[in-house]
């Protein structure tokens, strides 16, 4: 048994982690952002509002060879072990059992390693990366050089901070920047990544803008960077986190490839480190340091040996609690709320809602999640109206509402039960339902301002000029109804708080691209605001129709 072991070690490992991971992939319930990314494959673009169109991709060819669970995890899960396989390759003096006991310590790769999200697809690519950096620093070959450039393209589809991989890689050797063929490969990469910014251009940067400007933007909280670094205990082990951290960081790199990880993995923690004063973030943003993380650990601890005893001593430990994780996620075990809603809340109640709401279209309020995962779970075409004070997302660009338009519809939502006519008990809670006959919501039509800032006295008038934008479908339909008289808002904003809502007397059936005006007073005291217009229905949620516009009162 231990010589057939010492020969077939490695088919052993492969075969089991890719054995259990089709297994938690097919009976595990869709997670809230997987069901978000199955609707991004319906609507395959150059781009989203979220992320690059990676992740869309890969569910779309899963889910067209298994229309399940399974389908939209399977190219995930497939790289999740292609990922163990590369960075097996980075190793130097490899020690497979070592390589083993590191790997199960981490995990998030076993617990985690099948769902369909851009982190998972995203470490593949970091480690693929560092494969054809290395085969590139050592040899400049066209086809090396190609190599690099896809890689590189393939981490920029899958994730935006992919760049930072890149960008720390060349500051661990700057001797990159006199070698002709990484010019080449920066260049095969950016005509390859055309397409993907022709779509930001086209939608006026909004990922870009969301991501820099707009996401994790909060004041300061102590908290936010404790929950960072105990997140990223958690990412690296839990149980063996501080040895394999310490380990990495311990670790003399002795090739430009070790440097480079080094600095890649250094470069993500400061980085996020740093992110965290300016708001919260979340532990999985930093899941490409993994790679590097046990590649240095693994070189440090194979020359440390009674590191080595101490990590293969903690590894019963972690096991337990992968298995222990690995059932619950599965099987409905434990009288834990929270477990319930986040792994068992979908799996009959959908069924029943879509029979009482007749198999028509469903609008929920305010939650691209559960209007997701709903859709996924019935196949009944649901939409996320999704409210002013909250950032948007891919509904707002999807072909979605412009279906509905006035079209008979059931509105559902979890919170303000007393503005449905029927609600529904489920594991999720309350979720209250009500019939209406023409859906009328006009996320799609554009408020534009003449300018971006203003600056106002405390008990000055605002005078702004806007224009309408809308598309042809949206203008007929609007024209057909004149008895259509939707509220159009400006909400202004202290930081996220709306503090103000302010009437206005605009027509939604101004002539589009017109150049009209209107005058508010805020009457606010002195300080920095932003606001934005909303169009408002009776009933639905006012929705986002401007760009922030900023406001200062002196």
């Known amino acids: 048994m231990q010589s057939f072991f010492q020969r077939h070690h490695r088919f052993i490992f492969y075969s089991s982690w890719i054995i259990l991971a089709l297994i938690q992939a097919r009976f595990t319930e869709l997670q809230d952002d997987e069901a978000y990314y199955w609707v991004y494959s319906k609507y ?21 060879i298994s229309p399940n669970e399974l389908g939209v995890r399977l190219f995930p899960l497939l790289l999740n072990v292609l990922s163990l396989l590369i960075i097996e390759k980075l190793l130097t003096n490899r020690n497979s059992l070592l390589f083993y006991a590191i ?21 593949f690519f970091t480690a693929l990366f560092f494969l054809c950096y290395k085969r590139f620093t050592e040899k400049q070959s066209p086809q090396n050089i190609l190599l690099l450039g896809l890689t590189i393209i393939f981490l920029f589809y899958t994730k935006y901070h992919a760049i930072l991989i890149v960008l720390f890689t060349i500051l661990s050797n700057l001797k990159l920047l006199k ?86 993995m250094i470069g993500f923690y400061i980085f996020f480190l740093l992110s965290s004063f300016r708001g919260k973030v979340e532990p999985n943003w930093t899941s490409p340091a993994l790679v590097s993380l046990i590649v240095l650990s693994h070189q440090y601890i194979n020359e440390h040996l009674i590191w080595k005893k101490w990590l293969v001593r903690l590894l019963p430990i972690t096991i337990v609690l992968v298995v222990f994780m690995r059932v619950v996620m599965v099987a ?56 002013i004070r909250d950032h948007r997302n891919n509904y707002n ?16 939502d979890i919170y303000g039960l007393d503005r449905f006519t029927d609600s529904l008990k489920t594991p999720i809670g ?24 203003y600056k106002i006295g405390k008990a000055d008038s605002l005078l702004i000029l806007y224009s ?6 949206y203008g007929m339909y609007i024209s057909d109804s004149r008895t259509l008289n939707p ?27 017109e150049k009209f005006s209107v005058t508010i007073k805020p009457g606010l005291p002195r300080g920095k605001y932003y606001f934005r217009f909303g169009i408002e229905m009776p009933g639905y949620n006012a929705t986002h129709n401007s760009e922030k516009i900023n406001l200062v009162v002196e």
């Open 332 to 387: 409905d075990v434990l009288p834990v709320q929270a477990l319930k809603k986040r792994y068992h809340g979908w799996e009959e109640w959908p069924q029943e809602m879509k029979k009482k709401t007749k198999g028509l279209p469903i609008v929920f309020s305010n939650s691209y999640q559960r209007a997701s995962k709903y859709w996924f779970y019935t196949g009944q075409m649901s939409y996320s109206q999704n409210y």
């Open 103 to 123: 790997a199960c310590s981490i995990a998030v790769l076993q617990i985690a390693g099948f769902i369909a999200v851009p982190d998972i697809p995203l470490i």
């Open 487 to 513: 509220a159009i808002k400006i909400f202004i904003f202290d930081k996220k708080k709306i503090v103000k809502e302010i009437n206005t007397d605009i027509n939604i059936h101004n002539t589009p691209g």
């Open 468 to 473: 309408l934008k809308m598309y042809y479908q």
């Open 179 to 264: 070698k002709p063929g990484l010019y080449v490969a920066a260049l095969i990469a950016l005509i390859l990544y055309l397409p993907h910014l022709y779509w930001q251009w086209q939608h006026d940067w909004v990922s870009f803008r969301y991501h820099l400007f707009e996401s994790n933007v909060d004041p300061y909280k102590f908290s936010y960077t404790i929950e960072f670094l105990a997140g990223q205990l958690l990412i690296a082990g839990p149980i063996a986190a501080f040895i394999l951290l310490s380990a990495a960081f311990l670790y003399k790199t002795k090739t430009v490839t070790e440097k480079g990880l080094k600095w890649s």
């Open 44 to 64: 395959l673009a150059w781009g989203y509002f979220d992320h690059p169109p990676m992740i869309a991709l890969l569910v779309k060819l899963g889910y067209a």
């Open 430 to 453: 309350f979720v209250g339902y009500k019939y209406d006959s023409a859906f009328n919501s006009f996320a799609k039509v554009e408020i534009h301002c003449s300018k971006r800032n």
């Open 397 to 412: 660009f999807w072909p979605i509402e412009d279906q509905l338009l006035g079209k008979p519809v059931y509105y559902l």
